[in-house]
């Protein structure tokens, strides 16, 4: 479908629990790449293991059906800065990200840049931890916060920069203190310098004991964006 430039571009995102059964991950592989393949086969835990295949194997099949393309013939590259690109579609923006038992896809045809990050709510960060991500305007909101608030309130700030510095493809090469965030009317912003309106950033329900970011630049306004649940049977292979 044509997009107008002057529509907001459209994001889908796929939140998938995936199997944690041996047999399925078998399954999964055969949508990989020999080169994923291969990679799969270095993870020592299994644990590592079945989140790369989950992951790769929901990329490839959410890329497949924007480019009626065969899952595993589909050829993915990484920049110098590790982040993937599709071959033979720049248009199409994407962004994978996996966390303990959840995978995350964001598609976007007509964004400039896109970042997912998803992270569990119960993870445990020591305040040194904190201190090396977060702003002081932020470390002080933070303190503010009743204890049973501050744990998930840090994911969140954690999981909304990791999803901008992978939007712009940078990581954690750029300091994340330099990204910070406050809220208005419950929905997270940027602040600090001259605020960017092209920047739009949420959090995302995930259904499951996950914290979910979303980041989109978009010259078009707005994104709308729409969530599933994936199912692994949900989309037929090509």
Not at 156 to 165: D, I
Not at 207 to 229: D, K, N
Request: contains cysteine; hydrophobic residues 35%.
């Amino acid at each position: 479908m044509h997009q107008s430039e002057n529509q907001p571009a459209g994001i889908e995102i796929a939140l998938w629990q995936y199997s944690r059964n041996e047999g399925d991950w078998n399954r999964w592989m055969q949508s990989l790449s020999p080169d994923e393949r291969e990679r799969a086969a270095t993870y020592r835990f299994e644990r590592d293991r079945a989140s790369f295949i989950a992951g790769r194997h929901l990329l490839r099949r959410l890329l497949s059906v924007h480019t009626g393309t065969s899952p595993s013939k589909l050829v993915l590259s990484a920049d110098k800065h590790d982040k993937l690109r599709l071959e033979g579609d720049d248009r199409l923006q994407f962004s994978l990200a996996n966390a303990d038992g959840l995978v995350a896809v964001a598609t976007a045809p007509g964004c400039d840049h896109l970042g997912i990050d998803c992270e569990r709510a119960d993870t445990e960060i020591e305040e040194a931890a904190v201190d090396s991500y977060c702003s002081a305007d932020e470390q002080r909101w933070l303190a503010e916060l009743p204890a049973r608030e501050r744990t998930r309130a840090a994911i969140a700030l954690w999981t909304l920069k990791e999803s901008h510095l992978k939007a712009l493809g940078v990581g954690l090469r750029e300091d994340p203190r330099n990204v910070a965030f406050s809220w208005k009317d419950g929905t997270p912003f940027m602040v600090g310098g001259e605020r960017d309106r092209r920047w739009h950033h949420r959090l995302v329900e995930s259904g499951s004991q996950h914290v979910v970011a979303l980041a989109a630049c978009s010259q078009s306004g707005l994104p709308g964006i729409s969530t599933r649940l994936f199912q692994d049977d949900s989309m037929p292979s090509k």
